[in-house]
């Protein structure tokens, strides 16, 4: 998962779009960059770390120019160790662009042979967004025939790239001299959204929020398959590219990984938890009978709203038992010491008087690994919990994600060959509660009866875009580098700052 974010502006953007990285950062810890235009040169800075950390005074100084964008990443494929994989990338021809691009080609490989085989370019890194920014260049040179750039030339390129591209991919590239450009795959399944200044500034982002938050108003998302192209002089044109579109957004977004106070395709993420909360308290009753629960308690962040919702319908106090150390980060590493992998005590403390003596519900947003939620619900022993229940308002995560989610391999999963109660025992819990798939579709999907169906993979196995079998799977799971074993940092849900507080 990664945070994108395009401007088109009047006045200088360089801090417009520094205060809304910070508001996507929960997207993406990993590496930020920023580029901006002024007449028809770029200006870039990029670099591993948090957007506080990697840019200082000096960073804004050296971008100016009133149209840009930039990236927040987290690494899906490629190498998670190199700082060139950072994002955003550049290519002088034709015209030169610079792109960011969330989502993961699923065809990466075989388009990488083909622009050096066919369309004779060469690509630098492993990274699949390189791949899909000259697959975008070539299209628009052979648009173009080498004339000066027109708007029906870039929406015949999008048309081409969709017809060459496989996976999840939302785009926003700056084309020099002639505006920004921004698509989204045909099955939607990574978000993007466009506002409007009170100056008439243009500004496209992964979330809502990061258009809210920067006093812009909302007033679309862009369609599955659409691109918008926003001109220099803020002259804004749509059309939609691809033969056949199909809204199927990433249901993990309403479940993990987006910010509450967001909506994405005209779902509250806020309300879908609630929702999710709703549905499992049917699940929680005929499994553990309430007068059983003394309290319910979230497991930070994301599953408050969830965990509040059941509470409320059950009847049971909603209580704050954990509470989150916002401030870890990395572990000093000394060489030849090789990756420490943090305590989930480090990052979490458990208030004792909550626990004693008591029968307590565990929520999480959802169960991924395993590892996590064993030492959560051992922390709850150790605090006096006479017994610990454990809620997952998501269902069993059984299947790796290869559309832009960091999943683990199908191996690391602890629900991938293993009945509900054979997680319980893993886990270590009193009982283990999961949502239902069908259930959480529909605690979703009715908020905005539009939305006819989800990319719901890593719980239903149903690859969307029908090109990836297990196989396939495998292969992309194993083209997942993360670095050397020196540079491994702790990266579970735990680890990350507190981005998803609104």
């Known amino acids: 998962m990664c945070g994108i974010v395009g401007v088109v502006s009047t006045a200088p953007v360089n801090q417009l779009i520094y205060d809304a990285l910070l508001l996507l950062q929960h997207r993406g810890q990993d590496a930020a960059g920023i580029v901006t235009q002024q007449e028809r040169k770029f200006f870039m800075h990029k670099a591993k770390g948090m957007v506080k950390d990697v840019f200082r005074t000096r960073n804004m100084r050296a971008l100016p120019g009133s149209v840009g964008l930039g990236q927040v990443r987290y690494p899906t494929a490629g190498n998670a160790s190199s700082e060139e994989e950072a994002q955003p990338f550049y290519v002088n021809a034709p015209f030169g662009i610079v792109m960011v691009h969330n989502g993961n080609l699923t ?30 260049a070539h299209e628009i040179g052979r648009a173009s025939s080498g004339a000066p750039l027109k708007t029906e ?69 862009v369609a599955p398959g659409e691109a918008v192209f926003i001109s220099n002089d803020g002259t804004v044109h749509s059309e939609q590219c691809a033969a056949k579109s199909e809204l199927h957004p ?11 106070d967001s909506t994405m395709d005209g779902i509250s993420v806020y309300q879908a938890r609630l929702n999710m909360g709703e549905t499992l308290a049917k699940r929680v009753i005929s499994t553990v009978p309430p007068s059983e629960i003394d309290a319910i308690i979230p497991i930070p962040e994301s599953s408050r709203p969830s965990a509040m919702q059941l509470a409320q319908l059950l009847g049971i106090p909603y209580r704050e ?74 269902p069993p995560v059984r299947y790796p994600n290869v559309y832009g989610i960091d999943m683990p391999t199908r191996s690391e999963l602890v629900a991938s060959d293993r009945t509900v109660e054979e997680i319980r025992q893993v886990i270590g819990c009193d009982a283990l509660i999961y949502q239902d798939v069908d259930a959480m579709k529909q605690a979703v999907g009715k908020i905005n009866p539009a939305v006819k169906g ?17 196989a396939e799977v495998t292969a992309l799971n194993e083209g997942r580098n993360r670095g050397g ?17 609104s």
């Open 454 to 470: 989800f990319e719901a993979s890593c719980f239903d196995g149903v690859y969307i875009t029908g090109d990836i079998s297990s």
């Open 250 to 260: 990433c249901v993990f977004e309403y479940v993990y990984l987006a910010r509450p």
């Open 107 to 136: 065809n990466a490989k075989q388009l990488r042979n083909e622009l050096a085989e066919t369309d004779h370019r060469h690509t630098n890194t492993e990274s699949d967004s390189e791949v899909l920014l000259n697959v975008l």
């Open 485 to 501: 074993e020196e540079e491994q940092e702790d990266t579970s849900r735990l680890s990350l700052p507190n981005a998803q507080e």
């Open 153 to 221: 030339d870039i929406f015949k390129a999008v048309r081409a790239v969709h017809l060459r591209l496989k996976g999840s991919y939302a785009v926003i590239a700056l084309i020099a001299g002639y505006g920004l450009l921004a698509f989204r795959d045909p099955y939607g399944i990574r978000p993007l959204c466009i506002g409007k200044g009170a100056d008439g500034t243009h500004m496209l982002a992964s979330e809502s929020v990061a258009l809210e938050g920067t006093l812009h108003q909302f007033e679309r998302d």
């Open 321 to 394: 038992g954990f509470v989150k150390n916002r401030y870890v980060g990395r572990t000093f590493i000394m060489p030849g010491q090789g990756a420490r992998k943090k305590s989930v005590r480090q990052k979490l403390n458990a208030i004792g008087s909550e626990f004693k003596g008591r029968n307590v519900l565990l929520v999480d947003d959802s169960i991924v690994r395993g590892t996590t939620s064993k030492e959560i619900v051992q922390m709850a022993r150790d605090a006096g919990a006479n017994k610990v229940y454990l809620a997952s308002a998501a």
